[in-house]
């Protein structure tokens, strides 16, 4: 399959490289590392992401050259209807690019999908997943040095994987940190990434409204000690009164998890222009939250980390949430952590 692709890539191609929508540090890390890639190869690469990035990941190499999808759509369905070939990076389903789905559907191009989330759609004419990964981003490393290729890693190239294996893995911390994963981050520190810097950059991003944000976020936590689950809530109407930023609920729901007996997490922040309430889910151990997004919260994702959405007002999705819980409750207390 690695051979197929280094065949494909040997003459120069429009290509265009998408990743999911809402996308995270393991997404435009990804995007933008293969961008530098392909284009040290002489193809003629666009980025388009179905909707905007977050500020925290926007000095990210080339970040600044995407095209945003719901923004200049007709650039990008122009450019996506040029394109001989499309990468698609982090997501395994059409539908994870939101409004692009069907644009794509009726596309005639080569697909190719590196992506390490569970049950792949099979959309793609060539497929690298393998839920095994850390990260896309280890993915990219994987194939750029399969194909004997590391000697075009840059340093903005080696920063952009650095960032999304830091943050799909909770910096190190979640069980999909192999040996491997560390290596690679070391050989991405060899390449230039600078791990002080990236962790500063991505981290290090308080904003007085975004503190206030949290503190209304941990004042909304509810506990239920008897299912060992916390969960957090966000109105539009509390994001509105503290100037909520693209990006600033990231990382919440972690909070709501670090409680010692907790082993399933899950908060829900309104999107009033969207008439959806977005959900993410975080557990520890074998508790598996793909599972329950994709049976009940309309999403997916990979056992300990995933999301999706309500379509019910706020009271009556939390009123899901206790109807949901009996059904896990034996699970949830087993859960070795
Ligand atoms: P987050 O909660 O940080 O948005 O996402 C956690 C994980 O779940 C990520 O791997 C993300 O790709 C996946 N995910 C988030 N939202 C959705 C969704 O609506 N549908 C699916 N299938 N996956 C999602
Ligand atoms: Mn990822």
Redesign the pocket.
């Known amino acids: 399959m690695l051979q197929t692709l280094r065949e494909r890539l040997q003459q120069p191609h429009k290509i265009v490289i998408i990743p ?1 929508k ?1 996308p ?1 540090g393991d997404a435009i890390g990804s995007v933008t590392a293969l961008c530098g890639y392909l284009e040290q190869l002489n193809h003629e690469v666009t980025m388009i992401s179905p909707n905007e990035f977050p500020d925290f990941l926007n000095w990210l190499p080339l970040s600044e050259e995407f095209v945003i999808y719901d923004q200049e759509t007709d650039k990008a369905t122009e450019k996506l209807k040029e394109a001989e070939m499309t990468f698609h990076l ?2 395994n ?1 059409f539908h ?1 690019t939101g409004q692009m789905e069907e644009v794509l559907q009726n596309l005639n191009t080569f697909f190719v999908m590196v992506d390490h ?1 569970q049950q792949p759609d099979n959309f793609a004419d060539l497929t690298f997943s393998d839920p095994s990964m850390s990260s896309t981003c280890e993915m990219i490393y994987h194939l750029i040095t399969g194909v004997g290729d590391a000697k075009l890693i840059t340093p903005a190239m080696a920063t952009s994987m650095y960032t999304g294996i830091l943050t799909d893995t909770g910096s190190f911390k979640y069980r999909s940190t192999t040996p491997t994963t560390m290596r690679v981050a070391a050989d991405l520190m060899d390449m230039g990434a600078n791990s002080e810097s990236i962790n500063r950059k991505i981290y290090d991003v308080n904003t007085p409204s975004r503190m206030k944000l949290l503190g209304v976020a941990l004042s909304n936590l509810r506990i239920l000690p008897e299912y060992r689950t916390a969960f957090i809530t966000l109105s539009q109407q509390e994001l509105d009164e503290n100037n909520f930023n693209k990006g600033d609920t990231e990382g919440f729901v972690n909070y709501a998890l670090s409680l010692n007996d907790v082993v399933f997490a899950q908060i829900f922040i309104e999107k009033e222009s969207e008439g959806i309430i977005k959900t ?1 889910l975080r557990s520890k151990g074998d508790f598996d939250v793909n599972l329950m ?1 994709r049976k009940h919260w ?5 056992r300990n ?5 309500s379509e019910l007002d706020m009271d009556a999705t939390m009123e899901k949430l206790i109807s949901i819980l009996p059904a896990y409750e034996k699970e949830l207390l087993q859960t070795a952590i």
Not at 298 to 302: M, N, P, S
Not at 305 to 309: C, D, E, S, T, V
């Open positions: 999911h809402n995270d982090d997501h389903a994870r989330h993410s997004a309309d999403g997916g994702g990979h980390a995933a999301g999706g959405k």
